[in-house]
């Protein structure tokens, strides 16, 4: 049989050869299927009729890639073959393969495909029998990167990019009865993806969102937006969008605490804009007031725990509800607390929330890339500021036109899930990204798609900035400290002598180090947000350059970190979003690496940003240890980023009590109790 086949192949391979080459590809794979796009989002999905589809799937792990219907000789995976007689030649079985937990990823709970990035396929089998008149979706809460999807046999669609929720139709492909659900999950990057192929965090694949089937009525609500009017704190705007533009259909929105009631009629493109009167309590961190809002149609009623507030900025200040904020902040990666893998769940954010706001802190910065919705609604609850942002992270392929696809699909499902979020007052665009004018396009296509969305927001990305000539005056700055300090010794000094001869810088000038971020997409967003590592990375970009020991450096750079100025030419507040050392819990050697130079640096940190006016927010990298590829260093990294002021078990390093205690004495009490 075999040889018949592999008769059968040669000859048509060399046949086929013969007469074109992409026959001959098209004879071992088949062209591809058309995957169609997902729909668009289906909003307040907490309060529609699901069935959860979590728990235990089956997978199968797929290098080669050879189960999709066109890379395979056999049909593929979505064929599901099963064994009748036992005579069939079947290469996989979903039925008895290994199990895993969804939402989850694969690479953390299969220890064998901890660094394995391709496509692994997930199987779900349920039984569903739906009202005649419904519509029955899947919706998915995130999934990376590339994901497709098949119900009983069909091609559902495929979505590209992962983090963010996205739902298909499926109403055509159900059965009575049992179903059954595959999905081919691939967390392969590259560089047209977003992110990029190198990144500093863990590309966990697989579904890692909730999974359900979702149930609406033929003609049913998309999506409703509801928040407070910034100009008029007695009014809010309320925006609905029927699905398929059913127009002429009334709608009866209730805020039952505020006693408000009233019926709209959806226009003739489905939509109804208009502004409604209220006096609802303002949320803000002290009192995180939620009120509960009903929207309903004949066919259908949603809900949702709604806060209403304004975010602004004037000058160089932040306002919120018109009082002026300080974001005390810290920066997160999604991974909870003591458990491996992404978070996922209520639970996971209600922990990392819950143990973070021990720093005393009222803003997060939800790095570098969506979490799933529980974040945000837990944020809501405990009154906690969210900066949320997309993984638009260091240099990724600007000029490609499906990479922006990828990253202005994130931008919008990110932005129509969390709009009614009193919590989420930052959209970020994007983290670190090199200067250039295909990159200043592609960010502002990003910008403009907030607007469309939502203008009720602080607009930012993580700013690069600081020329290399104004980092060469930071190099000046530490030789002079180095040459009047005392402790240096004779060697050294006589470098920094030579160093400030050559630059005709007599020792007794007073210098300081100033960094004025530039970066031109400062212009288009409202806050200017910028990393920075003093006294953690800069000091070794000069060590060789300088011939001095890079203890040395550390040492006088914590000496000159107080008086540095950090500026911006955009009359905008400064947040810093990122600053920080890495450090392993219990090290205490007071060398690199050890709880006391990472508390040292906070010290020095924070003494310096409190001391620049501009600065109006931070959020230090990072709440918690998190796994990372780029992080190999034995006995101490061991693929974790430490920079974190907790372990990946939740044991509190020194630097955490150096900042709660910042955050609760010791930056301007007045402006930031709000
Ligand atoms: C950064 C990046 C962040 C990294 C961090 C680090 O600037 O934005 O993703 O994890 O530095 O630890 O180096």
Known sequence: MLKIIYGFLIFCSINLYAEDQSDADNFFGREAPVYPTPDHLIGWIDSRQILTLNGEWSYIVDPMNNGLPESSFFGGFPKNKTQKTGMELIEYNFETAAKIQIPGAWNAEDEKLFFYRGPVWLYKKFSHSAKKEALVHLYIEGSNFTTKIFLNGSIVGQ?????????????????????????????????????????????WGGIVGDVYIVETPREFIQNAYLQLNPENFSEAIFKLEMHDKTSGQRIKLEIPDLQFIDEFTTNSMGLIRETIKINPQLWSPSNPKLYEVIISSNAETISDQIGFRSIKTQGQKIYLNNQEILLKGIAMHSEPIGIPGPAFSKEHFHELLSTAKDLNINFVRAAHYPYTRHLAKVADQFGLMLWEEVPVYWNIDWGNPQTLDIARNQITRLVQRDQNRASVVVWSVANETPLSTPRMKFLHELLSEIEVHDSSRLSTAALLSGSEEQFRSLVLVLALQGAKSQWVSPKEKAIFKLILDQANIPLDSQLSFSLSIDDPLGESVDLISYNEYFGWYYVTFFTDQMMIPEGTLRKLMFEVMPNIKIS??????????????????????????????????????????????????????????????????????????????????????????????FYENKWNKKASSN
């Open 159 to 203: 979505f590209e990019g992962g983090y963010v929720p996205f739902n298909f139709d499926i109403t055509e492909y159900l059965k009575e009865g049992e179903n059954i659900l595959l999905v081919q999950t691939d967390n392969t990057l590259n560089e047209s993806s977003v992110p990029t192929q190198k990144t500093d965090w863990w590309p």
């Open 568 to 661: 911006s030419s955009f009359n905008k507040p400064i947040h810093i979003s990122e600053f920080g050392a890495g450090a392993k819990f219990g090290n205490h050697t007071n060398k690199i690496w050890s709880e006391e130079y990472q508390a040292e640096l906070y010290e020095r940190q924070l003494e310096m940003l409190s001391k620049n006016p501009q600065i109006q927010g931070i959020s230090p990298w990072v709440f918690k240890d998190f796994r990372a590829m780029l992080r190999p260093l034995p006995g101490i990294q061991d693929f974790y980023n430490r920079k974190g002021l907790i372990d990946e078990v939740g044991n509190k390093k020194m630097a955490f009590e150096v900042l709660a205690d």
